[in-house]
């Protein structure tokens, strides 16, 4: 059910990637052992979510401020890199998990990375 209160930033596509990727983690999480649950698991399903985050929380603001937020939405997806990796060395999930996380990660960080650059072209204008 799509709510009647509409909010501008959840039109944006790197907006709605980054929720998708976001609830793909939490699941994805869910299957490393119990012993993970404060640590690896929590880590990489904050980090996940802080991309969504950081993009809605810098989106209303001026343009530095929103360039600001992607640089730490940036910082979020190469934190999950890194949580991706070390679950596939534990062996948490297999290669071609950590390659989907990869892909997506991959995505959405050209994609943070190209609206900044648009963003710094039009305030350097």
Request: aromatic share 10%; glycine share 2%; hydrophobic share 35%.
């Amino acid at each position: 059910m799509k709510s009647k209160y509409h909010f501008k930033f959840e039109d944006l596509i790197i907006y709605q990637k980054a929720m998708d990727f976001g609830e793909a983690v939490d699941i994805l999480v869910k299957n490393f052992p119990a012993y993970e649950l404060y640590a690896l698991s929590s880590q990489f399903r904050r980090a996940s979510d802080s991309i969504a985050l950081n993009i809605a929380e810098g989106y209303p603001g001026s343009d530095a401020q929103f360039v600001k937020h992607i640089n730490h939405a940036i910082h979020s997806a190469n934190e999950c890199v890194s949580c991706s990796s070390k679950a596939r060395r534990r062996s948490y999930i297999n290669f071609e998990q950590d390659e989907e996380n990869r892909k997506l990660l991959s995505e959405l960080t050209k994609m943070m990375s190209s609206l900044r650059k648009k963003i710094l072209e039009r305030t350097n204008s």
